[in-house]
């Protein structure tokens, strides 16, 4: 791969540093040793006919190589892994259980993890929030319970690290300001063995370095 580039979100609100999907594509990166550039625009140039035409539904992050690009974070990072021994087994078993692993992140446990995400972050205030609260709590505590079942006491799903790690991390992180994770021991081990990985440090602290290099004067 030549020529990366990757876009992202010039800035973001606290509750979102950290959490913004094209820290998963940095992390990517970095795992597999491969320079990137960053391409940040403002959360308002999200719908701009330009954005738009990157990504048709005016999101970040979009990536390119080669000249060519990419939307969808679970995509990307799998384009990442595919050209990487570090992120993916270079058997066939090992590369579907990869990706089996991360569709499991993205759309088994992403989807009550984004619910408990809307209701504590986004819309906290709203009725129909704290009514919906006690089921979806339920909903991720049966989810992380199975997660760590299924994680037993191997250091990451797979046994040795792999893109699918990062997905699922970086999933989970949507809920740090609950202490459901750390309810369960093996998995809060697990996150915390992922976010002590060289790579994500690096990529997490760039991405947070331009937030605050662009921190608007209001904030
Ligand atoms: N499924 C997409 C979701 C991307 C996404 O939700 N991006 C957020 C930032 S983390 C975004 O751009 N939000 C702006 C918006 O929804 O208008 C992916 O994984 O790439």
Known sequence: MDKIAVWGFRWAPSFAQGL???????????????PYETRLIGVEERTSAAHRERHPFG???????????????????????????????????GRDQTLAWMFAALNTVDVPVQDLFDIDVLHSQETWA??????????????LGELAGALGERDYLLGRFTA???????????????????????????????????????????????????TPAAA
């Open 20 to 34: 913004v999907r094209d820290l998963r594509v940095r992390w990517a990166l970095h795992e597999a040793g491969l």
């Open 59 to 93: 999101m970040v992050p979009v990536f390119e190589a080669d000249g060519r690009q990419l939307i969808e974070s679970g995509a990307i990072v799998y384009a990442v892994a595919k050209r990487s021994a570090a992120l993916m087994p270079e058997d066939e078993a």
């Open 130 to 143: 704290q009514l919906r609260r006690p089921h979806v709590v339920k909903a991720v505590e049966a989810r």
């Open 164 to 214: 699918a790690d990062i997905l699922m991390v970086t999933v989970l992180r949507f809920i740090r300001h609950t202490d459901l994770v750390e309810a369960l021991p093996t998995l809060a081990a697990y996150v915390s063995r992922c976010e002590a990985r060289p790579a994500f440090r690096d990529a997490l602290s760039e991405q947070m370095a331009e937030y605050a290099l662009n």
